[in-house]
């Protein structure tokens, strides 16, 4: 396990082929004229010192998907906004968006959101999917039904908290077989 506090995009892309599950707590952009331009944010040192010492590095799903995991990938969680959302009429089949992107690069699940979600709800949807995860683990393997249950699991403990407010609970998403 490693923990990038402030990675540049060459700093994830180097570190993601090393591992089964990548966890990314980052913002995301999804350009609506441009679905390629599509990028995460990650905040990382700026190399001169300067009264901002944090600044934005684009990791772009050009990047994404030029990058190749290794056959041991299995999860991508992204706590991003938004990461499985398409704005563009016209590529609504061609899934150009970031989730995808990391499915490319060879993760075959991918938990994302389909529109910003509330960053508050967030800590709790990945607490309560990592809490299932390591619970069915204790009964079966690591296998695809697993995670899908699991993210079914996270997604049905926000709505209990927040029924009628779907758009806090809903965008989560398992983008995987």
Known sequence: MACLPQPSAADVLREVPQYHFLYVFSHGVSDARDPSKSHLIPLKEHPIHSKDPIFADLLTVSDIAS????????????????????????????????????????????????????????????????????????????????????????????????????????PFTDMGP
């Open 67 to 170: 990058t190749y995991v290794g056959s041991d990938a299995f999860t991508a969680f992204l706590t991003a906004c938004p990461t499985a959302e398409t704005h563009k009429p016209t590529l609504v089949d061609e899934e150009l968006q970031i989730g995808n992107m990391f499915q490319l690069a060879g993760f075959p699940h991918v938990i994302a959101t389909l529109w910003s979600a509330y960053g508050f709800m967030c800590p709790d949807f990945s607490e309560t999917f990592y809490r299932s995860v390591c619970r069915l683990m204790e009964f079966e393997p690591l296998d695809n039904d697993l995670v899908n249950i699991a993210t079914s699991m996270a997604v049905l403990s926000l709505m209990k908290e927040a029924m009628y407010e779907p758009l806090l609970w809903a």
